[in-house]
């Protein structure tokens, strides 16, 4: 029993980081109605912003603050650079091209800051919490900032006009536009948002995993799978998705035997698919009726 | 071949018509193209030098790969990222038989074939209840754990684990005056030939007709009487099938499996090759797997510690010229060229496309290496294919042209380049006037 105790917490600590990256990852499903397979490599180049600026001697929420806002600006940029040229394209298309934004960040990102390993300040230190092993002060900061941050979508998609308009535009962009919603901004707003909640989850993951340019890569994709997990509707399910992937993940590694320990990865990925088999839309996610 | 009803879509109807016809009425330009492509398919390793004949073998054991994803992507509509997978157990069968069973290379195509298309079928069935974005998660899980379970240590006994396994190359056969590169060339084009010619088949036949209807409309298909289940895991197996034997053909190119070559990354580039070919499309798939393999080599020449980011932008500069792939570009080209009148818009993505092309081909050309060994042949191809853009391009202004209702002749100042800039900017501007002879129809 103590052990399945531990086993969960540190798969909470895992979580964490995945529900961080699967929040961005719904964001940017909300404003363009399919996955960004860049939002990894996007919040790699934010973070590493924010080490640079770290690096010239600004204090670390300064930094912190400037490399959100730097990120919301470019994920606009994108939107309008990028995205826009190719919205018309077909999906696969469209995914072809976030490949390519993929491969020239991550080349840019080795080229300017080389992929020697770097490790990352964080703002909560890394001293136990309440005396045991089993989770920091720095991976509870994370869980409670990704929090923060779901309550602050919540109330912005519930509470605020313009996050009203931003679901419109989302759901039904033919209508939405007929009342006066200016869709295409709104999808940019969605690309800033998605760029700066990456941001946020990049500065938080780094300490962890430490910074170089290929960081993301195996984050990015559990926090997909926490995402499509939760349900790719919902940004409460996805950070759920995030944390329930990290505790599978975990759980199979220590309490399957003989296979347990080498295919842990698969085995987390096996059960996704089975919940997935008994629940389309995912856990917490919307079912989608289309009409014929 | 097309005919060009009011609203300016070109509508196909030979199709209907050819089969009463006498055959030498049947030969089109289709037929054309395909033979004569074949004949100097057959002639390449003849002439070019020894080291160019390993790449172009590998490009069309993609190319084949990216066919079987094809069929289920580009026909079927169901996302895959777990081709890797297929092509990862196709390669690994014809290993293990070939290496812990020492049977001969040529059963181990059909075999691997089998053993794929019977893993696509279970997997097609766990996929009938997902779609979109969740089939891509499944398919993604299946790619991710194809490697660790090549590596698990249990079945290290046949698969060789972290190392892999060696593969002894085929010999030509003895009456055969040819090197082994040679014959795996001839071997993989024979292969690629009946796979390529049995899949267009299939998506002509019945089968084929049920499989798109279920990609463009599932209700409206299962409403026909077509039982969309059977037809889904049906071609997710023949879809693995391709794959499959693809994997197998470059463990006998390759001469050597590893679990690391069959990671995602393989899948994502497959996807690449796909769109870059054009969704739907059989043809497409050579030229998917001809950019899939000489892109990154190109993008590593110019310079090493960017590769990434110049095949990033080059990659995006193809898709913002051609969304729809190689394939869909041709189309649109074609209907241009019968378009009433050529319209502005369809001008500059037409111009912009075969540049684009254009600038590959002299890439790929250039980094397949013909240029050391053999500067003549080289420098043929090369101003060939710039006649090529070139000649296209001035169909396209004088067409313009004319639609403009401007002399034909003012073309020529295509070929004096500060006033081809001047010229080029005149036609995107100026307004399409229709002739009347044509908007009469």
Known sequence: MELLQQQVMAGLANGAIYACMALAVVMIYQAIDHLNFAQGEMAMFSTFIAWQLMAWGLPYWIAFALAVVMSFAAGVVIDRVLFRPVQKAPILSQIVAFIALFSILNSSAGQIWDYTIKSFPTPFGHTPLFGGTLIDTHEAGMIGVTLVMLALLYVFFRGTRLGLAMRAAAANPESARLVGIRVGWMTALGWGMAAAIGAVAGMLIAPVVFLEPNMMLGVLLYGFAGAVLGGLTSPAGAVAGGFAVGIIENLAGTFIPYFGRELKLTFALIMIVVVLMFRPSGLFGRRVVSRV | ?441
Request: proline share 5%.
């Open chain 2, 1 to 441: 071949m097309t005919s060009v009803p009011k609203d300016g879509i070109a509508v196909p109807q030979a199709e209907a018509v050819s089969a009463q016809r006498p055959l030498h009425a049947r030969l089109t330009t289709r037929h054309l193209i395909i033979t004569g492509t074949t004949i100097v398919a057959l002639l390449i390793p003849l002439a070019a030098p020894g080291f160019m004949i390993f790449p172009l073998t590998e490009v069309m054991v993609y190319g084949l790969a990216i066919l079987g994803l094809n069929l289920l992507t580009g026909f079927n509509g169901q996302f895959s990222l777990g081709h890797s997978a297929f092509y990862g157990i196709g390669a690994y069968t014809a290993a293990i038989m070939m290496h812990n069973y020492d049977i001969s290379y040529f059963w181990t195509l059909p075999a691997a074939g089998a053993v794929c298309f019977a893993v696509g079928f279970l997997f097609g069935l766990p996929a009938l209840r997902l779609q979109n974005l969740y089939l891509a998660l499944a398919t993604f899980a299946l790619a991710t754990a194809m490697p660790q379970i090549l590596k698990f240590h249990l079945l290290e006994e046949w698969t060789g684990g972290v190392q892999g396994l060696p593969i002894l190359q085929p010999d030509p056969p003895p009456f055969l005056p040819i090197t082994t590169d040679q014959w795996l060339y001839y071997l993989t084009l024979g292969v690629i030939l009946l796979m390529f010619a049995a899949a267009a088949n299939l998506v002509r036949s019945r089968a084929g007709r049920a499989i798109m209807a279920i990609r463009d409309n599932p209700i409206a298909a299962a409403a026909m009487g077509i039982n969309t289940s059977l037809y889904k895991t049906i071609t997710f197996g023949v879809s693995a099938l391709y794959t499959g034997v693809a994997g197998a053909l470059s463990a006998l190119v390759v001469g050597f499996v590893a679990p690391d070559s069959f990671t995602i990354f393989l899948s994502i580039s497959l996807l690449v090759g796909l769109v870059i070919g054009g969704v739907g499309s059989i043809a497409g798939c050579l030229f998917g797997g001809l950019f899939v393999l000489y892109l990154p080599n190109i993008a590593n020449s110019i310079s090493t510690g960017l590769s990434g980011a110049i095949y990033g932008f080059i990659l995006l500069l193809v898709i913002f010229a051609t969304p729809s792939g190689a394939s869909g570009f041709v189309r649109f080209a074609r209907d241009g060229f019968s378009a009433p009148a050529l319209d502005r818009a369809r001008f500059l993505s037409v111009w912009f496309g075969i540049s684009t092309y254009g600038v590959i081909t002299l890439l790929i050309v250039k980094g397949a290496g013909l240029g050391k060994s053999s500067p003549l042949i080289f420098w043929i191809t090369y101003t060939m294919i710039i006649l090529g853009i070139t000649g296209w391009q001035t169909i396209m202004a004088v067409k313009r042209l004319s639609d403009m209702r401007r002399s034909r002749w003012w073309g020529i100042l295509l070929f004096v380049p500060p006033l081809n800039m001047l010229l080029l900017i005149a036609l995107f501007c100026a307004k399409t006037r229709s002739h009347d002879t044509l908007t009469a129809i």
